[in-house]
């Protein structure tokens, strides 16, 4: 797993999604495996599965729509102040830097439920 699939993980697991992945366990005849979410597939079809499902967060936009419109109690203003001075602008390294973005939102997300 790399580490930006590492931060997608963390983050899915942070804000109550999914993160589809081999849970490890396999069926007696070793003919199909499990996904965390469930859903049983011969091996290579659940790789097709995880790969189709998980979110890349690739786009900062993705990152944004999470926390802003998906999560509710999370405002824009609450977020954005511990990242920035102005609570109307972001960092736009924050969109340029790969992974910027979601790093800043995994740290908030952590800090927020301790
Ligand atoms: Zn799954």
């Not at 997608?8 to 495996?33: A, M, N, Q, S, Y």
Request: net charge negative; glycine share 4%.
């Amino acid at each position: 797993m790399t580490d930006h699939e590492k931060l997608c993980k963390e983050f899915c697991k942070l804000t109550g999604r999914c993160w589809h992945e081999w849970d490890g366990v396999k069926t007696p005849d070793f003919h199909e495996i499990k996904c965390t979410c469930g859903y049983s597939e011969v091996t290579f079809l659940l790789n097709k599965h995880i790969n189709e499902n998980n979110p890349t967060y690739e786009n900062p936009a993705d990152v944004l729509r999470v926390i802003i419109k998906d999560l509710g109690f999370v405002t824009t203003q609450e977020f954005f102040s511990l990242n920035r001075e102005s609570k109307e602008m972001i960092d736009v390294d924050m969109i340029l830097e790969k992974d910027a973005l979601l790093k800043a939102a995994v740290k908030w997300l952590k800090e927020e439920k301790k």
